[in-house]
């Protein structure tokens, strides 16, 4: 073994930066992880380096993406503990999809620490299996991990034998490709689930960016126990901010922990326990959601995008068709727009829609009133609700970049991906320095197997980047900074020259 105080200096390099935390006694795990990482980009003189990272305050990102794959475990399998798959089919979902439809929006799910993929892909499946009513639209599965190897495995879809010991034939079959003794996933199912890479200890949990406002359902099993306490117990408060009232969290049962997961209620189901978010009537800590489209301007720009939908009676009663040209409306008054925006700062994205139909139904329907009724209902999970009014004011010409952005993102987040596309380009055409929807658009390149034009995205990013600061704050990243969001775009870039 090397100095081990110089480990010992790493280790908490590695906590600091990743959250994952070791004990006195795995430090030749943190050894054996920078040796394997050191390997994997071909530097030889290990002693040297890790003598270097030791006297370091900070470890370089490129080789933390490699070293945060060597650190961490990511054996995993389909279907796994039946208990939580059990709660899944019975209880969680006929309830979520109940609520979901009082409250006419699409059902949102995240696989936090989703390692190779056999777990969303797993949620994919059963969905299918069992609530065939179900259309594309109606729910979305977002995964995520820390290993940037272990997405890119994820979105190649391709598993051995070892990762189906629990999975029935039949679903086997049905589901998969044999290929030569690896199994390719239905491109069905692999379109379902959007992965990306995020950092438990240090990213935004609330950030457009990782999409993890308004959550129905988090799965994060065999992940936390790799934390260190502190991160364990800021990750299960902010697990708790990113659910509606309602929903569920599901960990392993080796991480069930009263302390840290305090301010969920225990669910007892079959052989298990599993967490639930319940606010009503409870005097715990509840903090609110965090705003995750900001700063949408309006200006004069027409459109060619018209989801193929039709505008439901319902909310055509509510708005009553008063969607009509700026030339002919009147304007809000400053008092009434203060006090909206005042409610949608503060998260209460339902009350500020109730409040905005109301002024609407007065015949005060301006621009920047139905902006911000379609940012509420996007933040509120009503993505449908959010289209109607997104195509009423992009149909009237009144729209520019970051419509198309916000646009985008909703149609995104109901999987329409072609449609997400069309607008994060038309958005692109007003402005081609539009940040987010370069990366937006280098995402979703990359999950189709488009490297050359994702990278193209991405670096488009680092270029504008370059004339921010390295502290400044990214508007509608939800609190991401220039150099955190650098971080990530350099490493996706990284992993994509492999």
């Known amino acids: 073994m090397k100095q081990k105080g110089e480990l010992i200096k790493i280790a908490a390099l590695v906590e600091k930066e990743l959250g994952l935390h070791f004990e006195s006694n795995r430090i030749e795990d943190v050894e054996r992880g920078i040796i ?107 995964a995520t991990d820390i290993s940037p190897k272990a997405i890119n495995k994820a979105i190649s879809g391709i598993y051995t034998e070892w990762s189906f010991r629990e999975t029935p034939d039949n679903i086997r079959k049905k589901y998969f490709l044999n290929n030569n003794g690896t199994w390719s996933i239905s491109p069905d199912i692999k379109r379902l689930v959007n992965f990306t890479y995020l950092n438990l200890a240090r990213d935004s949990f609330t950030s457009q960016l990782s999409g993890t406002a308004n959550v129905d359902i988090i799965f994060c099993r065999n992940v936390l126990m790799y934390l260190s306490p502190a991160i364990i117990k800021t990750a299960a408060e902010n697990f708790y901010n990113c659910l509606n009232d309602g929903g569920w969290f599901i960990t392993s049962q080796v991480e069930l922990n009263d302390e840290y997961f305090s301010l969920f209620d225990k669910v007892y189901f079959e052989s298990g326990v599993f967490y639930k978010k319940i606010v ?108 109607i009014v997104l195509d009423k004011i992009v149909s009237s010409g009144l729209s520019d970049e970051d419509i198309f952005y916000l646009y985008g993102t909703v149609l995104h987040e109901q999987n329409e991906i072609n449609k997400a596309k069309e607008a994060f380009k038309k958005g692109l055409y007003l402005n081609p320095d539009h940040l987010l929807s370069h990366l937006m658009m280098g995402n979703i390149m990359n999950q189709e197997g488009k490297r050359t034009i994702a990278n193209k995205h991405y670096f488009n990013v680092l270029e504008i980047l370059g004339k921010w600061n390295n502290d400044d704050i990214i508007p509608g990243s939800g609190g991401l900074t220039k150099a955190r969001l650098n971080d990530i775009v350099e490493n996706l870039l990284s992993e994509n020259e492999k």
């Open 36 to 142: 394997a990482a050191l390997h994997e980009i071909n530097i030889e003189d290990t002693e040297k380096f890790i003598s270097n990272l030791a006297a370091a305050s900070s470890i370089e990102p490129l080789f933390l993406r490699v070293l945060s794959s060597h650190l961490t475990i990511g054996e995993t399998y389909f279907f796994r503990e039946k208990p939580a798959m059990s709660l899944f089919i019975k209880m969680i979902m006929p309830e979520v999809i109940r609520r979901a439809e009082k409250e006419k929006r699409a059902i949102k799910i995240w696989s936090a620490g989703c390692s190779s993929g056999e777990e969303p892909y797993s949620l994919a499946i059963i969905i299918k299996e069992n609530f065939p009513e179900l259309s594309t639209s109606d729910f979305s599965i977002m």
């Open 280 to 387: 009503s009537g409870k005097k715990g800590k509840k903090a609110p959601y965090k705003n995750y489209i900001d700063e949408i301007l309006l200006k004069t720009h027409s459109t060619g995008i018209k989801p193929e939908r039709k505008i439901t009676k319902e909310i055509n009663r509510e708005i009553k068709g008063k969607f009509i040209a700026r030339k002919n409306i009147s304007p809000l008054s400053a008092e009434t727009e203060n006090d909206l925006e005042k409610l949608y700062l503060a998260g209460k994205y339902k009350e500020c829609i109730t409040a905005c139909l109301k002024v609407i139904e007065k015949g005060k329907d301006d621009h920047n009133l139905l902006s911000l009724l379609a940012k509420c209902y996007a933040n509120s999970g009503n993505y449908k609700q959010a289209v």
